[in-house]
């Protein structure tokens, strides 16, 4: 598929565009954004699939992309897992993967203080996701031996911001090799301990040129849903339930964790845009809104407040039934919200979100949702497009966006064909 599109006005890049639209403002066109194919980014799983090549460079030529990023040693920098639990304690864990058929599964004991603890997780290679088979906690003891594992803050590593933000400027994409482009290559590597502004006196993060292409945005588990995926989903709710107070004072704990870690993460380096994930988990059918508030809106402001002091924006991701909700999310200050999925598997429309949310200044961000990228064709696509933009387009603060990414290779030739006429669409119809 060709695509000739109207050359952009010069001071409309995607940053700013993007910027624009987060912050409740008008661009000159809608920004369209693929969610997790991220674009450009050489490092990311989807830019090293062969059959993704062709969507990729497709995205990279029309999309405005947000690279997925988290300042980690190179190891878990798309995860920014600490080593367990919101620590970087070096308690001992034990791991041994084994062939299960189709899957490579991998269980790990966990030799806690108050005794061990097991997980057990699967993947497979033409997958990209991991499977949790058995969570570490099964009880509320175990969520006790959990928490003996002493506290030691996470250590952070912005090595690798230089080459994120040089490929978000660089006009194909991708700089030579993967390197930091010109004048970015003395920023040190990372080591096991993590490399702080403290180790590099001569660095200043903010000098990193800001690739005009795109955003950086890093992705925080918020510490209810760090606390309930201790468990399998049925036995968190059991325990959230029956043992509520319990239930509190676990997430009171990791909450601490989870801001001190926040605030030496802004140390180390400020992105442009802060992911906030789990809220989910609260939602209605789950749990009723009262939870919501208890649990998820006042440590979930607070580390909006946090990021927002240090020049950061907050986008929060919250999948599901959000309209009883979606009234608690505005309290918590965030800048945006995303997938905003339709009924029914949302329980709202788009165009009731974007009300209530332009009332606030709080940008919308999605609905279209994967199942018809996947399985629909492009006509049906086009005409979702024009449904979501005359649902949400006018007065701006509204980003075009799937509800989620494709995760199975080879890619399927419909995927790419139903990706290409969205982002199509999306050009054509979401001109201001």
């Keep these: 598929m060709t695509l000739s599109t109207p050359a952009p006005e010069a001071s409309w890049t995607s940053r700013r565009r993007l910027l624009t639209a987060l912050a409740g403002g008008t661009p000159d066109r809608v920004p369209i954004n693929t969610y997790e194919l991220a674009g450009r980014n050489s490092l990311d799983w989807y830019s ?47 791991s041994h993967t084994e062939s299960a058929g189709s899957f490579q599964r991998t269980t790990r004991l966990c030799h806690t203080p108050k005794g061990d603890l097991r997980s057990v997780t699967q993947a497979s290679a033409d997958v990209y996701t991991t499977w949790q088979v058995e969570h570490w906690c099964k ?40 390197g930091a482009g010109a004048g970015l290559s003395t920023i040190p590597q990372g080591s096991p301990r993590g490399i702080t502004p403290e180790d590099c006196p001569g660095l200043d993060i903010s000098t ?34 029956e ?30 845009l802060y992911r906030i994930v789990g809220p989910e988990y609260f939602t209605p059918p789950y749990l009723p809104p009262e939870m919501f508030r208890r649990f998820i809106v006042p440590h979930v402001t607070e580390m909006a407040r946090l ?28 800048d945006g919200i995303d997938p905003c999925e339709p ?16 009332a606030r200044g709080v940008s919308v961000w999605g609905n279209l949702e994967l199942k018809l990228l996947e399985h629909g064709t492009p006509e049906q696509v086009r005409a979702e497009v024009r449904r979501i933009m005359d649902q949400a387009k006018a007065g701006g603060g509204f980003v075009l966006m799937p509800t989620a990414a494709p995760i199975s290779v080879p890619l399927s030739p419909q995927t790419e064909e139903n990706y290409k006429a969205f982002i199509t669409a999306g050009l054509e119809l979401g001109r201001y």
């Design 139 to 178: 009880s509320p003891a175990d969520v006790d031996k959990a928490l003996s594992v002493p506290y030691e803050p996470a250590r952070y590593d912005a090595s690798d911001l230089a080459r994120v933000r040089a490929e978000l400027g660089s006009p194909c994409g991708i700089t030579a090799g993967g």
């Design 48 to 94: 090293r699939q062969p059959s993704y090549r062709g969507l990729m460079d497709f995205i990279r030529a029309h999309t405005d992309c947000i690279t997925n990023w988290n300042p980690r040693a190179a190891t878990d920098r798309y995860t920014c897992e600490e080593r367990f639990l919101c620590s970087d304690y070096p308690v001992e864990i034990e």
């Design 307 to 334: 990021i927002h002091s240090r020049g950061g924006k907050v986008r929060l991701h919250c999948h599901g039934k959000i309209g009883r909700v979606l009234d608690l999310i505005l309290e918590t200050g965030c």
């Design 243 to 272: 043992e509520t107070e319990h239930f509190a004072r676990t997430v009171a704990m990791i909450a601490g964790r989870v801001l001190e870690n926040l605030r030496r993460q802004l140390d180390c380096c400020v992105l442009d």
């Design 208 to 241: 990193i040129p800001r690739g005009e292409h795109g955003l950086v945005m890093a992705s925080i588990g918020d510490p209810a849903y760090l606390a309930a995926d201790l468990m399998s989903f049925q036995d968190y709710l059991m325990w959230a339930f």
């Design 343 to 358: 009924p029914p598997d949302g329980d709202i429309e788009l165009d009731e979100v974007k009300h209530r949310c332009q």
